[in-house]
């Protein structure tokens, strides 16, 4: 479909610390294996995605989502005809500068950091743990993956322009990120929207009837299903829409990226750099349905009382850790002697690089017990 604008392997920009070309992997592919070994990778099974895992061992955390991302961004690339293994790299790193406790975390830390004058932003994070948090290998920090890998992590859900940071400076600040980097913020929507929805229902926070309600298209969906499968149970029912519901969006975004590609007449992957605007987007159909989907989800489970209590407290603990560690930085992991980050900064990463897990012990170490399951 859209081959003349895959990205060419061939012309990647390369390495920061130049290293051999492997002989049975290309760029992409050492890309994917080294952030699938990573132990930033790894943590995001004890992260948490929306729910807490103390209430159902059934739903998402920040791996498993991570996994349904890079499946449907595959998905995606393959039907398009673009690089699947940038696609794929892409999909694997975009979530593993998270901190603990899902957006709550995001909220406190970037809160911190603001009073010292700087941001906290989980794409940004994402390359930070990438590039120097990370330590596997003896000759340069960090993995020392690919320009386009690098680029796409900081880009694929925001357009950099010049003088936004330094890191963006240096990742083609003005132009867009190849198609492959594009599909993965709607690809990350597109699974957050089922998946909450799938995991809010088996949660008890929101009835099918309630959601077909606020979503026409979930309304015809259910619909189909029921006339489809009138003696299956209300769950074999339920994950049959979700699953239609998946395939829609997946559709929608395919046709509304293969037409609007079309309409411009791109000619190769460096077009698609220049043109001004995103060219990977939903069909109007396919965008009205994940609008009023997340609209949905954020009015009757996002900011429902239980998840709001949970949000509020971590918060809260996120916050004191903070403070306390800024107090004590004895308490810190040691740095390197050669390149040591302002104090704000090491606190930052070493939240941030908890898994849930592992804050609550420390929290409880530090100031008593806090009521937790696992």
Same mark, same amino acid.
């Given at each position: ?5 895959? +990205? ?5 920009? &390369? ?15 050492? %890309? ?15 992260? @948490?995605?929306?729910?807490? #895992? ?20 595959? @998905? ?22 998270? #901190? ?9 830390? /970037? ?5 010292? &004058?700087?941001?906290? !932003? ?15 290998? #003896? ?19 925001? !357009?950099?322009?010049? $003088? ?18 594009? *599909?993965? /913020? ?6 957050? =929207?089922?998946? !909450?929805? !799938?995991?809010?229902? =088996? ?17 015809? *969906?259910? /619909?189909?299903?029921?006339?489809? +499968? ?7 029912? +339920? ?20 037409? @609007?590609?079309?309409? *411009?007449?791109? $000619? ?13 987007? +939903?069909? #109007? ?65 070493? *939240?941030?690089?908890?898994? %849930? ?10 100031? &008593? ?6």
């Amino acid at each position: 479909m859209l081959e003349h604008l895959r +990205f060419p392997v061939a012309s990647s920009r &390369g390495r920061r610390y130049p290293e051999a070309e492997h002989p049975y992997r290309n760029v992409f592919q050492r %890309d994917r294996d080294r952030i699938i070994h990573s132990r930033a990778f790894r943590r995001l099974e004890n992260k @948490t995605q929306v729910f807490a #895992p103390e209430v159902s061992d059934h739903f998402r955390n920040r791996l498993t989502h991570t996994i349904e991302v890079s499946q449907i961004a595959r @998905t995606i690339a393959n039907v398009l005809q673009l690089d699947e293994d940038l696609t794929e790299s892409l999909a694997l790193a975009h979530d593993v500068g998270h #901190p603990p406790f899902a957006h709550a975390g995001e909220s406190a830390l /970037d809160d911190m950091m603001r009073r010292h &004058g700087q941001r906290f !932003d989980h794409n940004a994070q994402s390359l930070r743990v990438l590039d120097s948090v990370e330590r596997r290998y #003896p000759r340069f920090p960090g993995l020392n993956l690919s320009f386009e890998v690098r680029e796409g992590i900081l880009k694929h859900s925001r !357009d950099i322009e010049p $003088g936004d940071s330094p890191t963006g400076d240096a990742s083609l600040p003005g132009f867009r990120p190849p198609l492959e980097a594009q *599909i993965i /913020d709607l690809a990350d929507e597109i699974a957050y =929207n089922t998946a !909450d929805l !799938d995991d809010a229902w =088996n949660a008890g926070l929101i009835t099918v009837e309630k959601a077909a309600e606020e979503v026409p298209a979930w309304a015809n *969906i259910v /619909d189909t299903v029921e006339t489809q +499968f009138p003696g299956a149970t209300d769950h074999e029912r +339920f994950q049959e829409a979700v699953r239609h519901l998946v395939e829609h969006l997946v559709s929608g975004l395919i046709e509304g990226t293969v037409d @609007t590609a079309r309409s *411009i007449a791109l $000619g190769s992957a460096d077009d698609v750099r220049a043109y001004p605007d995103r060219i990977v987007r +939903f069909t #109007p159909e396919a965008a009205e349905t994940s609008r009023l989907m997340k609209r949905c989800l954020h009015a009757n489970v996002y900011s429902s009382p239980t998840l709001s209590a949970d949000r509020q407290a971590s918060i809260e603990r996120l916050t004191r850790m903070f403070l306390h560690l800024m107090d004590h930085p004895e308490l810190l992991p040691p740095q390197d002697e050669d390149a040591p980050l302002p104090l704000e900064r090491a606190v930052c990463d070493f *939240i941030a690089g908890m898994t %849930d897990r592992y804050f609550f012990k420390t929290y409880e170490k530090y100031f &008593g017990s806090v009521y937790f399951l696992f």
